[in-house]
């Protein structure tokens, strides 16, 4: 009913710069909070930043001052600017979308992306 798809992982070295970004699109009445986690190998996958409807962000502690996270609520589409990349901040990067559906506004879901791969390395 409702499909995030991600774009813009890649390779690219420490302290450089990298640009995520994720489309819903669907059966969409309303998004509430959009954001992204990560998931590095043998870990669990972690908030990284999130963005509510107006516009207020949260950012984990180990991104913050690094990475800004955006939204475009006509577009449903929801951007991560990484900049200063560690080596720490390889990992998988999951769009999230809490989502309203037009067949029930009144319920929300949430729902993923299928995932892109960051990874920082010299």
């Known amino acids: 009913q409702v499909q995030l798809v991600e774009s813009g992982g890649g390779l690219v070295q420490p302290g450089g710069s990298l640009r995520l970004s994720c489309a819903a699109s669907?059966?969409?009445?309303?998004?509430?909070?959009m954001g992204w986690y990560r998931q590095a190998p043998g870990k669990q996958r972690e908030l990284v930043a999130a963005?509510?409807?107006?516009?207020?962000?949260n950012y984990a502690t180990s991104v913050k001052g690094r990475f800004t996270i955006s939204r475009e609520n006509a577009k449903n589409t929801v951007d991560l600017q990484m900049n200063s990349l560690k080596l720490e901040d390889t990992a998988v990067y999951y769009c999230?979308?809490?989502?309203?559906?037009?067949?029930?506004?009144?319920?929300?879901?949430?729902?993923w992306g299928q995932g892109t791969q960051v990874t920082v390395s010299s």
């Open positions: 669907g059966s969409i009445f309303s998004i509430n909070t």
């Open positions: 963005i509510t409807s107006g516009g207020s962000p």
């Open positions: 999230n979308a809490r989502v309203a559906l037009t067949t029930n506004p009144l319920r929300t879901y949430v729902y």
